[in-house]
């Protein structure tokens, strides 16, 4: 029985730097991170984002950003 795996992402870190503001949960440091995401289909690029993630340094959680 043969698997095929048709869809791929991939996450390529960019660049860091320190974000305004502080943790909710902990109270450390806040870091933005630029990651580019590709997504193939079938070895063939079909998007590409490069989206602006946040998260925590001392609790290494995630944190969103809402408006």
């Known amino acids: 029985m043969w698997f095929v795996y048709v869809c791929d992402e991939e996450e390529k870190e960019l660049g860091r730097q320190q974000a ?5 949960h902990c109270g450390g440091k806040v870091e933005a991170m630029d990651v580019e995401t590709k ?10 984002k490069i989206k602006r993630k946040y998260f925590c340094t001392l609790c290494a959680r995630r944190l969103e950003l809402f408006y």
């Not at 305004?20 to 909710?24: A, E, H, K």
């Open 20 to 24: 305004p503001g502080s943790c909710p």
């Open 39 to 48: 997504w193939k289909f079938c070895f063939l690029p079909m998007c590409f």
